[in-house]
């Protein structure tokens, strides 16, 4: 970020929830660069940037389009990088109509199922006898996508092509060409409707364009910087990807000060996705199995990746062959798909909050815990304790005692009245867990780099790993299964599951790390260690538990343990940790060198082509075959990355460009497009059609949503509401509120409020404030602030109500406690990766404290009852649009 | 140091002769202040670590002293954070050294109305026994197409991203062994 001329950062407040992190953007400021920060709040990083931009949550595309729509319209896009290595010049299929072209929906709306047929979204294909490049097999029906999240699985690479033979217009003036599809398509977002929607004014609108145009090209780059308030959204991925094409336009993408920083707000977040514990994936964004679709490992091969492709997706089977070794061991072999039937399928979205609703159906049994807070931390906190209270078991392992551990006793439904505790039957199971000073392991921080820590003592008491725990469990059970004949019991007896312990009988995280990156099992280096990714065969000659991180061991040296001293390295420092793939920092670096592999400019070169050397050279790893010329040009026959040109730095993408236009891989749009979210006050100025078409929806009594703008009874829940974090606080507390400092820094909940809003419903700084929504109330200090604005949006006065979300009800030994934002929040999720909209809701504020018991209830049925809300309020998927014309 | 007592201890020719012209080091310490030594100038060794808050990933220096963690600082080597702590990872020495950490087991049985205690052997014991019997009541071998499923539906798990790579590999690993397929993570959240 140092190196940066222009930093945008909008959907985080990094200077507060990363503020170690902003040091380098203070680093490029003095540098000289400008700094924008767009936020619904004025925050502390408002107060360090050049401008601050308010704008009302949510309504992000419009504000990022318009912008996409300035570049194309004064022809100010970085046009050598765009034609080069974008797709701007491929030629997308006649079928495709656009939302501007249908009222709100792109070609292939399936209102049955809610979803997209992608059909319509292909490229022109220019391989005989054939009219589509990019057309989903049977199988992939948006339907099927959302239900897996399988946007998910895009995580290190884009989404599978028959083949890269694309018919393409170099001059980029064919009309259906992509950067003409993207010109017609964001044609409406104008500065007038920023103002419009967004409520932003044209002077901000005109600076933050300005800046990005004047700091981008050959000699200059800007970055966008994210948290989550760009993911937590019905159609958060989108508001990344508008972005993305915003970067990619200007050239901003695999450069050094590009790009487009994830800004993860805990330890190892990116790891869990690498090597994940999520539903869909499998360690390295592999995708899980689905029944009916994967049933044999050729089928699910050929569902990854096309062998006809370019890139190295091509390589899946070599991957997944080696994690498929690296977990059953002798027992995978060849005639038996190397144990792939061992695999459970999926067949249905099985994410954790449908986990929940089951929990309350009563399908599922057994829960574990794992240093996460869901009574607190997760959307909907009354839905998440219902469920557990109908568990049979429930295993929590944290360092404290927290609200989901303890909520039989003392949640807020035992003080509603709602839950008695000799009434509930699940049996809860405490384990103290190790903290991070306590043992040894790998954390995958936001820019991909894992980092060792190493133990410094023993965990007290009972306090374990949860390495150690699952070591064990695996153990006691496979103790109890021994001798079975099920083949039921296969998996875990044939399972791999022997690491060397300690005296304490902790197993050795380097073991197991090395595992992960993976071994030679037949000839002379048989048991050594490989060297990275590209080693990995699909004969069961190696094994590799998660092949982006193949090389993190490679020589037998845990990388991930190097700590070369800042001062005695480059300022890339390479020797610091160890990043995926293969140590490179920037991803797609290639970019930043141009076609002919001269650096754009010497201000900004990065990695460049060598002709006498005949490879590429440079600052950082170069991500990009070493030999490959910029000149090669591939023969039509050529796949896998031997298909790759000189001048296609998307190495991961089955046609090695950026993609402006995604034929596939984005199931609710090729291009975003603005909805409203589920509940907005506003209408959606741009069509018929208000929210996301194709985001998932749960219609439940214990999960109504508050009526928009045209439905009766808007005025009931008039606020907007946004969730955030403090500096003093972590997630839902557990590391936080257990901490005399930081609880002394930050003793109580609360919610901020603009002075203008305060005076409309009488409330207090410093005095109480209950907050009203269909799903709960909950009560807060009320902070009253300039830092909120009231915008005008489509002619009306919209007001924004801040609240951290880092206090919970019950516990034991927690030093402060209030009630939970989470509580207000409703189930809505984006379809792409199954994420809840918990940036925006709507909401009622009155003074003063909020009832008890019964009295509560009943305030909530009041309101729900006065708003006329039902079970379908805002979850018809599709709108009829006359009806809503009408209701205009 | 000059004496105190006499003119010689002046705060100004104390700066004057420390060097400490702006007064906000040697000078100006009290005798207090000097017969003070840092926990982390007498701790038996400083080990490596990483912040285990958000994702930026600051190094941390662990000090320790007869096998507890004295002081937690930030790691001047770090390329990522240069030494420095917000108040969270400053605090994290807090994380470790808490009296208020639950160190034992608990157990409440169903329908119970307090916690009481077990051993860890028994207590994974019992977890271990309700995996394997849930599993085996919940199995589900085929869909109504005759599709295989090979799971279970019975058991779900919540990690936290403070969950160390290593950690949640193997759980992934025994998860989708044992057929548990409802195994998310705060990544989702």
Known sequence: MANSDCIVIQGSNM?????????????????????????????????????????????????????????????????????????????V????????????????????????????????????????????GPEEHGAEQAAVAEGQAYGSGGPPLDHALIERDPTMTDPRCVLQVLRRHYARY????????????????????????????????????????????????????TSAILQLLMGNVGRPGGGIMALRGHASIQGASDIPTLFNLLPGYLPMPVAGKHESLGQY??????????????????????????????????????????????????????????????????YFLLGQNPAVGSAHGRMQRFGMANLDWLVVRDINLIESATWWKDGPEIASGEMETDKIATEVFFLPAANHAEKDGTFTQTQRMLQWHFKAVEPPGDARSDLWFYYVLGQKIRERLAGSTDPVDRPLLDLTW?????????????????????????????????????????????????????????????????????????????????????????LYNRASADPQGRPWSERKAYVWWDEEQGTWVGHDVPDFPVTTDPAYR?????????????????????????????PKGMIDGPMPTHYEPQESPVDNALYPQQRNPSRLVYPRKDNLTAPSAGDPGVDVYPYVATTYRLTEHHTAGAMSRWLPYLSELQPEFFCEVSPELAAERGLENGGWATLISPRSAIEARVLVTERMTPLVVGGRTVHQIGMPYHWGVGGTGAVVQGDSANDLLGVTLDPNVSIQESKVSSVDIQPGRRPHGADLLRLVQDYQSRSGITVMTGNDRLEDAEERGEAR | MADRGTFLGWPVLRQLASGDFLGRGPAVTTRHTRERTARTATADKVVKSVCPYCAVGCGQNIFVKDGRVVQIEGDPDSPVSRGRLCPKGSASEQLVNNPRRQTTVLYRAP???????????????????????????TWQDKDEHGQFLRRTMGIASLGGAALDNEENYLMKKLYTAMGAIQVENQARI
């Open chain 1, 498 to 586: 022997d690491y060397p312990q300690d005296e304490h009988g902790e197993p050795d995280a380097d073991a197991i790390l090395r595992e992960v990156n993976g071994t030679y099992l037949t000839g002379e280096k048989a048991g050594q260690a490989l060297p990275g990714f590209v080693e990995l065969k699909a004969d069961g000659s190696t094994a590799s538990g998660c092949w982006i991180y193949s090389g993190v061991y490679a020589g037998e040296v845990n990388r991930s343990k190097n700590k070369v001293p800042d001062a005695e390295q480059s300022w890339v420092a390479p020797d610091w940790g160890w990043a995926w793939p293969m140590n490179r920092r920037i």
């Open chain 1, 634 to 662: 591939p023969a039509d026959t050529a796949t896998g990355p031997d298909a790759l040109a000189g001048d296609d730095p998307f190495i991961m993408q089955a046609d090695g460009k950026g993609w402006l236009f995604a």
């Open chain 1, 93 to 136: 299929s006649d079928d495709f109509q656009d939302t501007e072209d249908l009222g709100g929906v792109f070609s292939g709306y399936d209102p049955e199922t809610g979803q997209y047929d992608l059909t319509s979204w292909a490229y022109k294909s220019r391989a005989a006898g054939e009219e589509k490049v990019g057309e989903p």
């Open chain 2, 111 to 137: 329908y119970a109305t307090d916690w009481t205690h077990l051993g860890l052997d028994e207590a994974t014991d019992m977890i271990a026994d309700r995996v394997v019997e849930t599993r085996r009541r």
């Open chain 1, 301 to 366: 091969l050929e569902a990854v990746s096309s062998k006809r492709q370019k890139g190295f997706w091509t390589k899946a089977d070599t991957y997944m062959v080696s994690l498929l070794k690296a977990w059953w061991g002798d027992a995978a072999q060849p005639d038996n798909d190397f144990c792939y039937d061992y695999l459970p399928r999926l067949n249905g979205n099985h994410n954790t909050y449908q986990s929940v609703m089951d929990m309350i159906a009563g399908t599922v049994k057994g």
């Open chain 1, 190 to 241: 104008t500065p007038a409707l920023v103002t419009e929607v967004c409520g932003i004014g044209r002077e901000d609108f005109d600076y933050l364009a300005r800046s990005i145009v004047e700091n981008s090209g050959r000699e200059r780059t800007t970055m966008f910087a994210y948290a989550v308030g760009w993911t937590q959204h019905s159609l958060g991925a989108q508001f990344i990807r």
């Open chain 1, 15 to 91: 200077a507060e929830c990363h503020p170690v992190a902003y040091q380098w953007v203070t680093e490029a400021k003095l540098r000289g660069a400008r700094v924008i920060h767009v936020d619904p709040r004025f925050t502390r990083t408002s107060a360090v940037a050049d401008r601050h931009i308010p704008i009302r949550a949510g309504s992000d595309v419009i504000l990022l389009g318009a912008l996409i729509n300035h570049v194309l319209t004064t022809e100010t896009y970085f046009r050598d990088y765009v034609q080069a290595y974008t797709n701007a010049t491929m030629l």
